[in-house]
Protein backbone atom coordinates (compact mmCIF):
# COMPACT_ATOMS: atom_id res chain seq x y z
CA UNK A 1 0.00 0.00 0.00
CA UNK A 2 2.91 2.41 1.15
CA UNK A 3 4.89 2.09 -2.03
CA UNK A 4 1.92 2.52 -4.54
CA UNK A 5 1.21 5.65 -2.95
CA UNK A 6 4.64 6.61 -3.55
CA UNK A 7 4.06 5.37 -7.37
CA UNK A 8 0.54 7.56 -7.60
CA UNK A 9 2.86 10.52 -6.20
CA UNK A 10 5.57 9.82 -8.83
CA UNK A 11 2.93 10.37 -11.64
CA UNK A 12 0.83 12.86 -10.43
CA UNK A 13 4.14 15.18 -10.55
CA UNK A 14 5.36 13.58 -13.98
CA UNK A 15 1.97 14.96 -15.35
CA UNK A 16 1.65 18.15 -13.88
CA UNK A 17 4.46 19.78 -15.61
CA UNK A 18 2.33 22.90 -17.25
CA UNK A 19 2.50 26.64 -16.47
CA UNK A 20 4.08 28.26 -13.22
CA UNK A 21 7.36 28.27 -12.21
CA UNK A 22 9.35 25.95 -10.13
CA UNK A 23 9.97 28.56 -6.70
CA UNK A 24 9.88 31.96 -6.20
CA UNK A 25 13.14 32.73 -4.76
CA UNK A 26 15.07 31.44 -7.76
CA UNK A 27 15.35 31.43 -12.01
CA UNK A 28 18.62 29.55 -12.53
CA UNK A 29 17.63 26.52 -14.70
CA UNK A 30 20.43 24.46 -11.94
CA UNK A 31 21.95 24.50 -8.16
CA UNK A 32 24.44 22.87 -6.65
CA UNK A 33 24.99 23.54 -2.75
CA UNK A 34 27.20 22.13 -0.37
CA UNK A 35 27.11 21.82 3.59
CA UNK A 36 28.92 21.13 6.41
CA UNK A 37 27.48 21.18 10.31
CA UNK A 38 26.77 19.64 12.98
CA UNK A 39 24.76 16.51 13.47
CA UNK A 40 22.95 15.01 16.33
CA UNK A 41 21.12 11.80 16.80
CA UNK A 42 19.40 10.38 20.04
CA UNK A 43 19.33 6.18 19.68
CA UNK A 44 18.31 3.76 22.30
CA UNK A 45 20.71 2.96 24.79
CA UNK A 46 23.29 0.12 25.42
CA UNK A 47 23.94 -1.49 28.06
CA UNK A 48 27.06 -3.96 28.08
CA UNK A 49 28.50 -6.30 31.35
CA UNK A 50 27.77 -6.68 34.78
CA UNK A 51 30.10 -6.03 37.73
CA UNK A 52 30.13 -8.23 41.39
CA UNK A 53 26.67 -6.42 42.19
CA UNK A 54 24.77 -7.38 38.84
CA UNK A 55 24.80 -3.28 37.71
CA UNK A 56 25.63 -2.76 34.24
CA UNK A 57 29.61 -2.24 33.82
CA UNK A 58 29.16 0.37 30.58
CA UNK A 59 25.90 2.37 29.70
CA UNK A 60 26.24 4.41 26.61
CA UNK A 61 23.09 6.77 26.47
CA UNK A 62 23.34 6.57 22.77
CA UNK A 63 23.21 10.13 22.26
CA UNK A 64 25.64 11.58 19.38
CA UNK A 65 26.95 14.76 18.61
CA UNK A 66 29.35 14.84 15.12
CA UNK A 67 29.70 16.22 12.06
CA UNK A 68 27.64 15.88 8.69
CA UNK A 69 28.32 16.84 5.22
CA UNK A 70 25.13 17.38 2.40
CA UNK A 71 25.58 18.01 -1.63
CA UNK A 72 22.50 18.96 -2.93
CA UNK A 73 21.55 19.47 -6.60
CA UNK A 74 18.24 21.12 -7.97
CA UNK A 75 17.37 21.02 -11.86
CA UNK A 76 14.51 23.64 -12.95
CA UNK A 77 12.44 23.24 -16.04
CA UNK A 78 12.10 26.72 -16.87
CA UNK A 79 8.92 27.70 -17.23
CA UNK A 80 7.13 24.33 -16.30
CA UNK A 81 5.83 23.77 -12.36
CA UNK A 82 8.80 21.06 -12.41
CA UNK A 83 11.81 20.46 -10.71
CA UNK A 84 14.41 17.47 -10.08
CA UNK A 85 16.06 17.33 -6.85
CA UNK A 86 19.21 15.08 -5.13
CA UNK A 87 20.37 15.18 -1.97
CA UNK A 88 23.54 12.85 -0.96
CA UNK A 89 25.02 13.35 2.63
CA UNK A 90 27.49 11.61 4.80
CA UNK A 91 27.49 11.93 8.84
CA UNK A 92 30.27 10.01 11.64
CA UNK A 93 30.02 10.37 15.56
CA UNK A 94 31.96 8.81 18.36
CA UNK A 95 31.42 8.39 22.08
CA UNK A 96 33.57 6.35 24.80
CA UNK A 97 32.88 5.66 28.14
CA UNK A 98 35.26 4.01 30.91
CA UNK A 99 34.53 2.37 33.93
CA UNK A 100 36.97 1.26 36.71
CA UNK A 101 35.46 -1.96 38.40
CA UNK A 102 36.85 -4.93 40.79
CA UNK A 103 35.22 -7.45 38.12
CA UNK A 104 33.25 -7.52 35.05
CA UNK A 105 31.05 -10.48 33.55
CA UNK A 106 30.75 -10.19 30.12
CA UNK A 107 31.03 -13.98 28.90
CA UNK A 108 27.64 -14.32 28.95
CA UNK A 109 26.64 -11.42 26.37
CA UNK A 110 27.30 -14.13 23.51
CA UNK A 111 25.42 -16.74 24.99
CA UNK A 112 28.11 -18.65 25.85
CA UNK A 113 29.82 -19.69 29.08
CA UNK A 114 30.63 -16.76 31.45
CA UNK A 115 34.07 -15.31 31.87
CA UNK A 116 35.02 -12.96 34.82
CA UNK A 117 37.50 -10.68 34.14
CA UNK A 118 39.39 -8.94 37.36
CA UNK A 119 39.66 -5.73 38.61
CA UNK A 120 40.39 -2.95 36.05
CA UNK A 121 39.24 -0.32 33.71
CA UNK A 122 36.49 -1.07 30.99
CA UNK A 123 35.93 0.68 27.90
CA UNK A 124 33.26 1.10 25.14
CA UNK A 125 34.16 2.93 21.98
CA UNK A 126 30.90 3.68 20.11
CA UNK A 127 31.21 4.79 16.26
CA UNK A 128 28.18 5.78 13.81
CA UNK A 129 28.15 6.61 10.58
CA UNK A 130 24.87 7.81 8.64
CA UNK A 131 25.07 7.83 4.98
CA UNK A 132 21.94 7.81 1.79
CA UNK A 133 20.57 9.96 -0.77
CA UNK A 134 17.18 11.06 -1.70
CA UNK A 135 16.55 11.83 -5.65
CA UNK A 136 12.76 12.88 -6.80
CA UNK A 137 10.43 15.39 -8.37
CA UNK A 138 9.04 18.84 -6.76
CA UNK A 139 5.83 20.56 -8.20
CA UNK A 140 6.02 24.43 -7.53
CA UNK A 141 2.68 27.02 -7.97
CA UNK A 142 3.38 30.63 -7.47
CA UNK A 143 0.78 32.51 -5.00
CA UNK A 144 0.59 35.56 -3.43
CA UNK A 145 1.80 33.88 -0.12
CA UNK A 146 5.27 32.45 -1.95
CA UNK A 147 5.66 29.28 -3.49
CA UNK A 148 4.01 26.34 -1.87
CA UNK A 149 5.18 22.98 -3.88
CA UNK A 150 4.72 18.92 -3.62
CA UNK A 151 6.81 15.85 -4.60
CA UNK A 152 8.13 12.35 -4.25
CA UNK A 153 11.30 11.11 -3.41
CA UNK A 154 13.08 8.00 -3.49
CA UNK A 155 14.88 7.37 -0.36
CA UNK A 156 17.82 5.18 1.00
CA UNK A 157 19.46 5.71 3.97
CA UNK A 158 22.43 3.47 6.30
CA UNK A 159 22.94 3.71 9.59
CA UNK A 160 26.07 1.86 10.46
CA UNK A 161 27.16 1.46 14.40
CA UNK A 162 29.62 -0.16 16.18
CA UNK A 163 30.56 -0.36 19.44
CA UNK A 164 33.80 -2.10 21.15
CA UNK A 165 34.68 -3.08 24.51
CA UNK A 166 37.94 -3.63 26.23
CA UNK A 167 39.02 -4.44 29.31
CA UNK A 168 42.59 -3.12 30.33
CA UNK A 169 44.86 -4.03 27.37
CA UNK A 170 42.60 -7.04 25.99
CA UNK A 171 39.66 -6.23 23.63
CA UNK A 172 36.85 -8.28 25.11
CA UNK A 173 33.88 -7.85 22.30
CA UNK A 174 32.79 -5.82 19.41
CA UNK A 175 29.05 -5.94 18.28
CA UNK A 176 27.88 -4.35 14.81
CA UNK A 177 24.51 -3.21 14.32
CA UNK A 178 23.29 -2.03 10.61
CA UNK A 179 19.77 -0.73 10.12
CA UNK A 180 19.31 0.02 5.74
CA UNK A 181 16.36 2.45 5.15
CA UNK A 182 14.64 1.71 1.59
CA UNK A 183 11.57 3.89 0.52
CA UNK A 184 9.91 7.01 -0.31
CA UNK A 185 9.15 10.41 0.69
CA UNK A 186 5.84 12.71 0.23
CA UNK A 187 6.99 16.08 0.54
CA UNK A 188 5.45 19.59 1.33
CA UNK A 189 7.06 22.79 1.20
CA UNK A 190 6.90 26.69 0.75
CA UNK A 191 9.59 28.94 -0.36
CA UNK A 192 9.92 32.89 -0.72
CA UNK A 193 11.23 35.76 1.23
CA UNK A 194 11.63 36.31 5.01
CA UNK A 195 12.72 39.81 5.90
CA UNK A 196 14.26 39.93 2.66
CA UNK A 197 16.22 37.04 2.56
CA UNK A 198 14.97 34.22 0.25
CA UNK A 199 13.81 30.85 2.80
CA UNK A 200 12.26 27.32 2.18
CA UNK A 201 10.27 25.65 4.60
CA UNK A 202 9.66 21.43 4.04
CA UNK A 203 8.09 19.22 5.71
CA UNK A 204 8.70 14.98 4.46
CA UNK A 205 6.60 11.78 5.43
CA UNK A 206 8.76 8.89 5.24
CA UNK A 207 7.74 5.21 4.47
CA UNK A 208 10.43 2.50 4.88
CA UNK A 209 11.37 -0.84 5.05
CA UNK A 210 13.93 -1.28 7.51
CA UNK A 211 16.55 -3.98 8.08
CA UNK A 212 18.79 -4.22 10.94
CA UNK A 213 21.46 -6.69 10.66
CA UNK A 214 23.44 -7.45 14.35
CA UNK A 215 26.66 -9.23 14.57
CA UNK A 216 28.75 -9.92 17.61
CA UNK A 217 32.10 -11.45 17.49
CA UNK A 218 34.64 -12.09 20.63
CA UNK A 219 38.08 -13.13 20.26
CA UNK A 220 37.78 -14.99 23.68
CA UNK A 221 34.94 -17.40 21.96
CA UNK A 222 35.08 -19.45 18.37
CA UNK A 223 31.55 -18.82 17.76
CA UNK A 224 29.83 -15.05 16.29
CA UNK A 225 26.28 -14.42 17.11
CA UNK A 226 24.06 -12.93 13.99
CA UNK A 227 20.74 -11.56 14.23
CA UNK A 228 18.20 -9.79 11.56
CA UNK A 229 14.78 -8.22 12.15
CA UNK A 230 12.78 -6.19 9.32
CA UNK A 231 9.76 -3.48 10.49
CA UNK A 232 8.36 -0.84 8.48
CA UNK A 233 9.13 2.36 10.07
CA UNK A 234 8.25 6.40 9.24
CA UNK A 235 10.02 9.19 9.34
CA UNK A 236 9.14 12.42 9.86
CA UNK A 237 11.38 15.87 8.99
CA UNK A 238 11.11 19.02 8.71
CA UNK A 239 13.70 21.21 7.58
CA UNK A 240 14.32 25.41 7.47
CA UNK A 241 16.77 27.19 5.16
CA UNK A 242 17.37 30.57 4.97
CA UNK A 243 19.45 32.37 2.58
CA UNK A 244 22.04 35.80 2.83
CA UNK A 245 24.19 36.92 0.24
CA UNK A 246 27.52 38.09 1.27
CA UNK A 247 29.54 39.62 -1.86
CA UNK A 248 27.66 37.69 -4.40
CA UNK A 249 28.08 34.53 -2.63
CA UNK A 250 24.79 33.15 -1.27
CA UNK A 251 25.36 31.75 1.97
CA UNK A 252 22.69 29.57 3.86
CA UNK A 253 21.77 27.97 6.94
CA UNK A 254 19.40 24.95 7.64
CA UNK A 255 18.26 23.45 10.70
CA UNK A 256 16.40 20.29 10.33
CA UNK A 257 14.58 17.66 12.84
CA UNK A 258 13.99 13.93 11.74
CA UNK A 259 11.99 11.98 13.96
CA UNK A 260 13.01 7.78 13.49
CA UNK A 261 9.58 5.14 14.12
CA UNK A 262 11.91 2.23 14.51
CA UNK A 263 15.43 2.10 15.54
CA UNK A 264 17.01 -1.29 16.48
CA UNK A 265 18.83 -1.76 20.46
CA UNK A 266 20.38 -4.42 21.57
CA UNK A 267 18.46 -6.65 23.89
CA UNK A 268 20.55 -9.53 26.33
CA UNK A 269 19.49 -11.65 28.63
CA UNK A 270 21.66 -13.69 31.41
CA UNK A 271 23.41 -16.18 29.41
CA UNK A 272 21.13 -15.73 26.19
CA UNK A 273 22.35 -14.61 22.47
CA UNK A 274 21.18 -10.77 22.08
CA UNK A 275 18.66 -10.38 20.82
CA UNK A 276 17.04 -6.75 18.47
CA UNK A 277 14.11 -4.82 19.37
CA UNK A 278 12.92 -1.45 18.29
CA UNK A 279 12.33 1.84 19.61
CA UNK A 280 12.47 5.80 18.32
CA UNK A 281 15.04 8.23 17.48
CA UNK A 282 15.13 11.55 16.80
CA UNK A 283 18.33 13.28 14.44
CA UNK A 284 19.31 16.83 14.17
CA UNK A 285 21.07 19.18 11.99
CA UNK A 286 22.28 22.54 11.39
CA UNK A 287 24.19 22.51 8.24
CA UNK A 288 26.17 25.81 6.73
CA UNK A 289 25.47 25.73 2.88
CA UNK A 290 27.06 27.51 -0.30
CA UNK A 291 25.38 28.02 -3.36
CA UNK A 292 27.46 27.77 -6.12
Wanted: aromatic share 10%; glycine share 12%; hydrophobic share 35%.
Amino acid sequence: MRLNFAILLTACALICRTGGAQTTISDRPFDVTVGNGLWGVFLPDYEIGTDGEGEPVLTDNGDFLGYQGDLRLIRRFLHTRTSVEARVFYGAAQTSESNSVTSVDVGGDLGQTSIVLGEGISHLQSDIDHYGYDLGLRDTWKTRFGGFSAGCLFSYMIFDQNYEISHGTDQILNEELTSEFIGGKATFGWDGYIRDCPSILDLSIGFHQLRSDYLGRSPQFTTQSQEHLYANPTTIEAAFTTFKSIRDVRIGTTFAVTHLGDMPQIIRGVGETPTIRFDDGLMLRLMFEILL
